[in-house]
């Protein structure tokens, strides 16, 4: 499931890509990469709130795991979205 989410990323199909990582998310909660990859598919979609409840979660799974790299990116991603 994981896999075809990303290729339909890939591909522009993140409507369906969303609802993929969400299935991942419902499955295995601590997914982070699932959450991260299902924000930036909501940012794509212009679902800025969604997107931002979204990389919240992922934020606390990166600190929570202690992934440095992840967390930065998850920090940025919120960073520009707060911009206007």
Do not use: N
């Not at 998310?25 to 990469?33: E, V």
């Not at 930036?40 to 679902?47: G, P, T």
């Not at 991603?77 to 707060?82: K, P």
């Amino acid at each position: 499931m994981f896999s075809l989410a990303q290729a339909l990323m890939e591909e522009g199909d993140r409507e369906e890509a969303v609802e993929l990582f969400h299935g991942c998310i419902q499955k295995k909660p601590d997914w982070m990469m699932a959450s991260i990859l299902k924000s930036k598919c909501l940012i794509a979609l212009d679902r800025k709130g969604d997107a931002q409840s979204e990389l919240k979660r992922a934020l606390h799974l990166a600190v929570e795991q202690r992934h440095e790299a992840p967390e930065m990116e998850v920090r940025k991603l919120l960073e520009d979205l707060s911009r206007p």
